[in-house]
């Protein structure tokens, strides 16, 4: 986007009589003027037109205080078309009303048409014009005060953070922290659902479990008395064993403590010989050279003493010679200085001569200098009285042009109500085609919901009938329950009755029984045995029946659930349509009146009757132009002959300054070449610096007397360098003659403590031997004892809670059947509640900043990185480039995140920090540049326009020209730049300064310079 043409009315500071701002007259400009003037106004009006924003908080802050209209027009060019969008914001009440019109300009009809039909259309088709938003149009067009360097003076590990500042990744993070709340709270309702399950499903689980029990309990009382009998007579056993085997353990235990420590002891004694043996070898090694490590050492002493002789010399030496090669330096600085100031004074006598030509060559051409002079005179008079014409001229065509758009604007204000007028009619139009359609949809709605109510009662039905078997089938399961419990009973009888003892007792008297009485005793409990079964048969025959019409019902009941629909939104739908019915006959009635102001409107337009006062004042300005005669072409005539004849004006006063310094000139040569004669005649005769050439000739003699050899002093250094291993092994020698002997007498101490402790181990281990059978006896009767402890705590314990037991059954049945209703609808809410909180998990995943804010980065830093380097190459003639590194490797091998700044120039890569100053300036420049650069081709849009608020701070006389330097260099990437600044020395380096001025009462204005 670029702008062309600005017209603003009661905007911020600016009043109802501010001219036009015209774009197209500067491609660079300075926008320049006091804080609070309005500079920045100027700027949010182009925003505020395009998006309706601006720095402003309230939209209503815009009005210019005690106006009750902001009003701005706004003309600019995208991808070669031209387009005007005018917005405007109105006081009315205690509200505001606003308007926004897009035009696209017709150069058939010298016109702009309009492209848009109200505000929120209007707006959607500049958004998709400009391809970004108002945001990214912030970021990327502007460079916003003291921002400019945030991104390259932050430290590296801060950098990723500015830079996802800047391309505005905060919205993913807040979009993904979003998430993250929506998800852990759905999750936690989730848990607190799944908590309640697992508890409903706990306890319904042990329904059977408790059922049984119940049934079971009376049996167990018995069996539990006969198991705690049987336990305590077996633990008081196994305590009487234990306690006569516990000193037997005891002794083992001790035993073993001994022995690992023998072994420790003798473990570390024989590795503590081992190392000795190791070092009395190296000791009998080293004593075995003895006579070749005296004899090496004594030539050690003798070559570095003849080494430190010569090192002494080689100091004196390097002295006289760094003393030598300093005078002659002085010699060639004295020589140099003398043949520089020749060439000087040469060049210069060449200068002067030369001048002096030019001069005798403008004083040949003296009269025609003054002859084209007089010329010029009267020609500047003609261009002066042509000039205050053409100025006024341009001032009525800039008053013509804002006339028509004034007019224009009234005819698109009555275009814009007769396109509003013909929607309306359209959309009326087709409201009343669907009259009959809304009728039958409406009948067919009411059979509709009388069907699915015959459905619902038809549910009800069925859900009575399911519920009926579900009390039988219950009522049979608890009388099969009953018959497998007497079952049982019978059971139990017949098998103590079988029992193999001598006597055989009556289950119910506890009288002896005799053998013909047992034998019919057997045969009835059998017979009714297998009467209880045959009646547990019938049962679970009878269950199986009723389960098999329990699911019949139930898919009849989930059928008619498919295939019933929600009467309430039925009728809410029902509803919808009869209004709807309602609103299209009431639409027949106004299609009647807005036909007849659509009528009117186009007679309005096709007469040309509006805007009158208008087209009257467009008249006047036509006719004064007329009248002030001016003649452009006379006027282009006379501005290039005086264009032509200009040169005279200047070659005149040269002219009359150059007789004056004729002379002055012969005088100077004249002196520069007795100078030149007198340096020559020096430097042939070599006479100077005569003091430090006989100084330098002294020195050179005492070298000489020295009679230092380098190469003898570097054949002794290595000589030594190989001798002093001998050094090394003369310590080693002395070391190993000390200590020989006592090592001897540690190996022999060492080797009587190892057998001591090897032979009492083997006593250890034999009395281990014998006592371990009785320790294993011993802890097999402590583990049988712990047994017969624990089955006896076991046995207390059922006793005591068989009771509590037999009340919790009941009560826990009965809550059972309650918690079995509740949970269809608990695993329903769990399912939705689990789906929901994995979408936004996704999402969370997906806006956090290993998503796509990681991938927008990644994108991003190679971009910016040659757009940057594109712009640094001309703002460094090629001399530098950068790179962006994502990662750079630890200590530990692996790799760490961070956005390093490298810069490679003819001294080699070094990092960012290492620049200062306008190096600096230019790396900062090009980097914040291809941000904005980026920003914009991200949303799909050019960046044309760039707009620098005060954006590089404080800068010194040499910052600003540097600043002013960079500008120049980028104005090929840009059609518009304007630098926003209130320093002075800044905007008098700006070919085209907007000056803004604030008057009190008056408000804003600003005048093109």
């Known amino acids: 986007m670029v702008p062309l043409k600005l017209s603003l009315k009661n905007f911020l500071s600016y009043g109802d009589s501010t001219p036009p701002l015209d774009f197209r007259m500067f491609d660079i400009a300075c926008l320049s003027g006091k804080n609070g003037h309005g500079k920045s106004a100027i700027i949010d009006a182009i925003t505020w037109a395009l998006w309706g924003k601006c720095r402003v908080k309230s939209n209503e802050e815009v009005i210019k205080r005690g106006e009750r209209e902001a009003y701005v027009e706004l003309e600019f060019e995208v991808e070669k078309n031209h387009y005007r969008v005018i917005r405007s914001l109105n006081r009315k009440g205690n509200g505001v009303s ?15 048409k309009p492209l848009a039909q109200g505000k929120e259309e209007a707006q959607s088709k500049i958004k998709k014009l400009l391809k970004m938003d108002y945001e990214s149009f912030i970021c990327s067009s502007f460079i916003l005060q003291g921002k400019a360097d945030e991104f390259t003076k932050k430290p590296p590990a801060d950098r990723k953070k500015i830079l996802a500042s800047i391309l505005d990744l905060e919205k993913y993070e807040r979009l993904s922290k979003r998430a993250k709340e929506l998800a852990t709270k759905l999750k936690q309702e989730e848990e607190v659902l799944r908590e309640k399950l697992a508890e409903i499903d706990s ?15 009376k049996a167990r009382e018995d069996q539990i008395a006969f198991e705690l009998e049987k336990a305590e007579k077996l633990f008081e056993e ?114 002067l001569e030369a001048r002096l030509f030019q001069i005798e060559k403008l004083i040949n051409r003296e009269k025609e200098i003054e002859e084209g002079f007089a010329c010029f005179v009267g020609l500047r008079s003609q261009n002066d009285l042509l000039e205050k014409k053409k100025q006024a001229v341009e001032k ?35 409201r009343s085609k669907e009259l009959e359609k809304l009728k039958e949809e409406c009948l067919k709605l009411r059979a509709e919901i009388k069907d699915v109510e015959g459905k619902i009662s038809e549910r009800e039905l069925l859900k009575e009938r399911l519920k009926a078997i579900e009390d039988e089938k219950k009522t049979i399961t608890w009388n099969k329950r009953d018959l497998e419990k007497k079952r049982r009973e019978e059971l139990q009888k017949l098998e103590i009755i079988t029992l193999d003892t001598e006597k055989t007792r009556c289950p119910l008297c506890e009288s002896p029984l005799e053998e013909e009485a047992k034998s019919a005793l057997v045969e009835k409990i059998q017979r009714t045995i297998a009467t209880l079964e045959e009646l547990i048969e019938k049962d679970e025959e009878s269950i199986k029946a009723l389960e098999d019409k329990e699911k019949e019902l139930s898919l009849q009941i989930s059928q008619l659930e498919s295939s019933i629909k929600n009467v309430s939104e039925l009728n809410k739908l029902l509803g919808e349509k009869e209004k709807a019915l309602e609103n299209t006959s009431s639409a027949l009635k106004e299609l009647e009146t807005i036909n007849e102001e659509l009528d009117n409107l186009r007679k309005i337009l096709f007469e040309e009757n509006y805007a009158v006062e208008l087209r009257e004042q467009l008249r006047n300005v036509h006719n004064e132009i007329k009248n002030l005669d001016y003649d452009e072409v006379r006027h282009r005539e006379v501005k290039e002959n005086l264009e032509r004849l200009k040169k005279f004006e200047m070659d005149k006063l040269i002219l009359e300054q150059e007789k004056r310094n004729k002379s002055l000139l012969e005088k100077e040569i004249l002196s520069i070449e007795q100078e030149l004669f007198s340096l020559s005649k020096i430097l042939e005769s070599e006479s100077y610096a005569l003091k430090h050439r006989e100084k330098a000739l002294k020195i050179q003699e005492e070298i000489n007397e020295l009679g230092y050899n380098e190469a003898k002093h570097r054949e002794l250094k290595k000589h030594l360098e190989e001798l002093e291993k001998f050094s090394k092994e003369k ?29 009492r181990l083997k006593r250890i281990e ?33 006793r005591e809670t068989l009771i509590e037991e037999k009340t919790k059954i009941v009560s826990t049945l009965e809550r059972i059947e309650e918690l079995d209703k509740k949970k269809t609808q608990i695993q329903e809410d769990i399912k939705r509640l689990s789906h929901e909180s994995k979408v936004y998990q996704e999402l969370e995943r997906a806006f956090s900043k290993n998503g796509i804010q990681a991938l927008i980065i990644e994108n991003a830093v190679p971009e910016i990185e040659m757009e940057a380097n594109r712009i640094l190459k001309k703002l460094t003639d090629g001399n530098m480039t950068l790179s962006l590194e994502m990662v750079k490797p630890t200590q530990k091998g692996n790799e760490k995140e961070t956005l390093d700044i490298k810069i490679a120039d003819a001294s080699g890569i070094r990092s960012y920090e290492t620049f200062s100053g306008g190096e600096a300036f230019r790396i900062d420049f090009a980097l914040r540049v291809a941000i904005s650069k980026f920003i914009a081709n991200r949303s799909g849009a050019q960046l044309r326009t760039l707009v620098i608020d005060e954006g590089f ?57």
């Not at 070559?303 to 002494?312: A, F, G, I, N, P």
């Not at 043949?339 to 200068?351: D, Q, V």
């Not at 080693?732 to 032979?759: F, H, M, P, W, Y």
């Open 396 to 430: 009525l065509k800039i008053l013509e042009l804002d006339i028509k758009n004034n007019i224009e604007r009234e005819k698109l204000l009555i275009e814009t109500r007769i396109m509003e007028i013909e929607t309306r009619a359209k959309d009326l139009k087709q």
């Open 766 to 798: 034999k009395e281990i031997n014998e006592i371990s059978e009785k320790v294993k006896e011993g802890q097999f009767i402590e583990e049988k004892k712990k047994i017969a402890e624990k089955n006896l705590l076991d046995i207390k314990k059922a």
């Open 238 to 351: 196994t305590i009487r064993k234990s306690e006569l085997l516990k000193t037997y353990v005891n002794r083992y235990r001790e035993l073993q403590e001994e022995r690992d420590k023998t072994k420790n002891l003798c473990y570390n004694l024989e590795k503590e010989l081992t190392k000795l043996l190791l070092e009395i070898e190296k000791d009998r090694e080293v004593l075995s050279r003895r006579e070749e490590i005296l004899q090496g050492y004594g030539d050690f002493e003798r070559v570095r003493e003849e080494e430190s002789l010569l090192s002494e010399k080689l100091l004196k030496y390097t002295t006289l010679i760094k003393e030598l090669e300093s005078l002659k330096a002085i010699i060639n600085e004295e020589k140099t200085r003398i043949e520089n100031r020749i060439s000087s004074l040469t060049g210069k006598k060449e200068e």
């Open 731 to 759: 310590e080693k020698l002395d070391k190993a003659i000390q200590s020989l002997s006592l090592r001897e007498r540690e190996r022999e101490n060492l080797n009587n403590r190892v057998e001591t402790e090897r032979e």
């Open 953 to 1009: 701070g404080t800068q010194d006389k040499d910052g600003l020209a540097q600043f002013v330097d960079v500008i120049n260099a980028i104005k090929g990437d840009f059609e518009k730049i304007i630098v926003i600044t209130h320093v002075d020395e800044l905007k008098d380096k700006f070919p085209v300064r907007i000056e803004v001025t604030k008057e009190p009462g008056k408000g804003s204005s600003f005048e093109i310079i």
């Open 98 to 112: 606003s308007s926004l019109f897009l035009q696209m300009f017709d150069a058939n009809t010298n016109s702009f």
């Open 203 to 217: 306890e319904i689980s042990q329904r059977e479990a408790l059922e049984r029990e119940l049934e079971d309990i």
